[in-house]
């Protein structure tokens, strides 16, 4: 578990999670679905929410990706999630971050907390030393909480990620190992 003084913790996803973490994504499907590539038809399955978690505990063990899920510290209630992923080591030491909240629970601060102990957690534990993100420029909602987060905008990706069948342009952002205050 990872927090500090906040309102909420991250941790690695654990089977017992699965259930909660479909609602989540069946409650949450139209909202997720316009920022995130086509999902396959049986990604809004229990079946398929226990792979996920059990190829999470591979690919960290392979250092290629970190899924953590977000839970409110008050009730232990899992709200979110915020993935390192696409990691690269060598010269590079980087990575990619993503996050998903349940809608009910946005504005409040809780993406940008999970954020941040997620960027902790790759600097800290993974020893990276860059982590980039990229948003769609009609959601403001996600370029809020990696400013927030302290991520500085780069520029933008033109027609980088393909969502719902449409090359989608971003604002690409990162934040520096140095420049994260840890």
Sequence with gaps: MIQADNQVYIRFFEMKDAEDLLDIQIRNKELFQKYSPAFPDDFYTLAAKKQFIQDAVKEREEDKKYNFGIFLRENDRLIGDVTLFHLQRGPLQKCLIGYALDAVHSGKGYATEAVKLAVEYAFQQLKLHRIEAGAMPRNGGSMRVLEKAGFQKEGIERKGVKIN??????????????????
Excluded at 165 to 182: N, R
Aim: a negative charge; zero cysteines; proline letters at 0%.
């Design 165 to 182: 069948g449409v090359w989608e342009d971003h604002q690409i952002f990162s934040i520096i190992e140095e420049e994260s205050g840890e």
